[in-house]
């Protein structure tokens, strides 16, 4: 599975825990980039959870190993485009998410996440990782 792909939150989880088919499709990428978002929730997540210390340090090196892409005005244009169909939609998701799939646009990326609400937005690339590449 070559290409460029930008992950969302439950997919470096799932690498965190050894999760073979996303450690399996993540050697085969090209590229792969972390989103600012992203690594909001892992800090989030390590700050209210019993081994703070190792998460934190956990996420830190990936941080400092990974492009980790930011949001701008280009983004925040992405963003309300996103939010705006899904409303219409009566497909609300969570607003980390919008901010996510608005980088995928953004960047020209594939989103790689096991959340199927991602499926809502219109022409947006999403791979799961699922299962190991062929």
Known sequence: MSGSFLLDTNIVVALFAHDAAALANLASADEVYLPSIVAGELFYGAYNSTQTTQNLARIEALVATSVVLDSNAATARHYGRI????????????????????LAYQHGLTLVSRDTHFGHIANLTIVTWATPPP
């Not at 939010?83 to 996510?100: F, S, V, Y």
Request: charged share 35%; glycine share 10%.
């Open 83 to 102: 939010k705006g169909e899904l409303r219409l939609k009566g497909r609300p998701i969570p607003d980390n998410d919008i901010w996510i799939a608005a």
